[in-house]
């Protein structure tokens, strides 16, 4: 196959050599960013008149074909051309001849794979955005529900204070929330145009750059050539994005396997997000949990990659840059389908209200209300702290939880217990007496309800 670049050759490359260089077999999904670039180009050319306006026509027509026939795959993208970019400037020559030719002037492969990039890159965080909505939407949805769903908070997965279901699930949307502002920072701060940095210094054509980054829906054309074909902060910040989205997921994961394990039952994931074993007939494994955790470590790996492989480089562009592309794709594309996956196996789960409640009550998450109760009744805190210490070993030893107790076995370890323990230390009375900002308290939970409603709009 002739080069893009075969004037100064005399010999064909070697074989190994231009597979090695070549991107297209993961380029082409570019073709369509490519597309629209081209076109913006062209429309460019003309208004300045470096290119005629019978030109333009005969060019933008031609790009449409190309992208009609490659959407409906009469034009299968061949691995005969080095990169996304000659194959569609091959083809346009093909189709129109001549006005082809004029496609690429004022312009280099180095802003055009950084303009594709960019096009691409902004539509992938809006879809990303979109997919963590829809998980923010499963969450609020959840928590509606489960306001008065009580269940026991963790420390070093002990079993701590009494919390709800709804509160747990409005620690994960704070997580997506911030997550989808991250996103958000990032499509603010890459939203320049980089086309007319030509290779490196700019071209010495009367481009108007103002006008293509106004046709592709840019800010601002970007400030420095040199910088423009070389910068990937973008993309290195957008791995570190999908990799904070990863490492909650992954969190969330955990908790899931945990709570779908035959010793917790605190959910059960629906038959259409688990799967079997082929030996064990009992089995109903969380494996979607547990890939979405698992894949949590090949995003990480992206984001280390990108991060090395520019450490080094010198300005401007260089082929390392080349390796970008395939690491940031099946980051994203690990990402996507990770937050998917996950929504899905979230709204279909079964949370057994009766067993989270249970596990609170007999684990002792209401021993810190117990003390307090003592507390307002004036026994200092720290003989209040020793006293429940007490009840509790006694419960422990005999397997109960402490409002199993009657009141006279708790007046023998203080006479301060009158009847009201009973409900001092409901799982109810617990939470609802939690009632600053942020706490699981209804009231406040109702408040901060409301104000997930108003930012989902
Ligand atoms: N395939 C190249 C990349 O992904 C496109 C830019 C090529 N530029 C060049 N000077 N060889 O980075």
Redesign the pocket.
Known sequence: MAQL?GGRFTKETDQLVYDF???ISF?QRLYRQDIRGSMAHVRMLAKQGILSEAERDQILAGLEGILEDVEQGTLVISPAY????SFVEANLINRIGEAGKKLHTGR???D??ALD?KLYIRDEIKETDVLLRKLLETLLGIMKEHIDTFMPGFTHLQKAQPVTLAHHMGAYFEMFRRDRGRLGDILRRMNTCPLGAG?LAGTTYPLDREYTAKLLEFDEPTRNSMDSVSDRDYLIELLSALSTIMMHLSRFSEEVIIWNSNEYRFVEIDDAYSTGSSIMPQKKNPDIAELVRGKTGRVYGALMALLTSMKGIPLA?N?D??E??EQTFDAIDTGKACLTLFEGMLSTMKFSKEVMEDSARRGFTNATDAADYLVNHGVPFRDAHGIVGQLVLYCVERNMALDDMSLAKLRSFSPVFGEDIFTAISMKTCVDKRLTLGAPGRAVMEQVIREYEEYLG
């Not at 080095?82 to 970019?85: A, C, L, N, S, V």
């Open positions: 670049w260089n070549a991107s380029d080095e990169d996304i970019h280099s492969r180095n055009q794979v990039m290779a562009y082929k840059m080349q970008d592309k």
